[in-house]
């Protein structure tokens, strides 16, 4: 399994940005893909969660009507829709997957097998 995110950048205090993951190697129709980010000297925290069978979506409460995660089976990619940024949005984040997952527990990194290298974002006032 690879896991390539892209569309991270610089942008400023409200603007957008639609981050992608791309899993090669890993059936989307199966298992879970999730978002977390690592904000320097802090803890790497969970974002958003899809996981399938039937598709289903989480999130943390920091992020819930701003971000948005939704996956393109496809084109074997996740993406994940960030609006109304905000400084403390500024963090590394990366893309992970997990072949089964307890989705009652979703944010914790330990039941995801495969990460990205993360991408960054970093949202000015």
């Known amino acids: 399994v690879q896991l390539v995110e892209s569309g991270g950048g610089l942008v400023q205090f409200g603007d957008c940005l639609r981050l992608?993951?791309?899993?090669?190697?890993?059936?989307?129709?199966?298992?879970?893909i999730a978002w977390f980010r690592q904000a320097q000297g802090k803890q790497r925290e969970g974002v958003s969660c899809i996981n399938s069978g039937p598709d289903t979506t989480y999130y943390a409460d920091s992020v819930k009507g701003r971000f948005t995660i939704s996956k393109d089976n496809a084109r074997k990619t996740v993406y994940l829709q960030m609006n109304s940024l905000k400084p403390e949005d500024t963090a590394v984040y990366f893309c992970a997957a997990a072949t089964v997952l307890d989705a009652t527990s979703w944010w914790y990194t330990f039941h995801y097998d495969d990460w990205g290298r993360g991408t960054q974002v970093t949202v000015s006032s």
């Open positions: 992608s993951c791309v899993a090669s190697g890993f059936n989307l129709d199966y298992g879970a």
